[in-house]
Nanobody, 123 residues
Framework: QVQLVESGGGLVQPGGSLRLSCEAS????????LGWFREAPGKEREGLSC????????DYADSVKGRFTISRDNAKNTVYLQMNSLKPEDTAVYYC????????????????WGQGTQVTVSS
């Protein structure tokens, strides 16, 4: 059974950091690719970053470039999203998702999703 479980969300002050984790079970991370997305209230789900074969990273959202970093640990079947210099506008539910072979920024191209983890940036 394919399962993705996100963790690491919470409440953080502006300028703070969080590291989200996405643990996969029921399949191996390779040769699949895993993306991080977020969905803020009243907004569409947004692709942030994707990591694929050979740890090749594709970043999609200009708003998080230079602040968010995706990485993975194949031995733990886990992908991470390190988020630094957080801003109130980063407040959203964050999701990880998986698809085969090729990264994409479009949510509809991903096959399996985690349940999401809430990130709230507020003083």
């Amino acid at each position: 059974q394919v399962q993705l479980v996100e963790s690491g969300g919470g409440l953080v002050q502006p300028g703070g950091s969080l590291r989200l984790s996405c643990e996969a079970s029921g399949f191996a991370l390779e040769p699949n690719v895993l993306g991080w997305f977020r969905e803020a209230p009243g907004k569409e789900r947004e692709g942030l970053s994707c990591i694929g074969w050979g740890d090749r990273v594709t970043d999609y959202a200009d708003s998080v470039k230079g602040r968010f970093t995706i990485s993975r640990d194949n031995a733990k079947n886990t992908v991470y999203l390190q988020m630094n210099s957080l801003k109130p506008e980063d407040t959203a539910v964050y999701y990880c998702a998986i698809r085969a072979r090729i990264c994409s920024k479009w949510p509809y191209e991903y096959h399996y999703w985690g349940q999401g983890t809430q990130v709230t940036v507020s003083s």
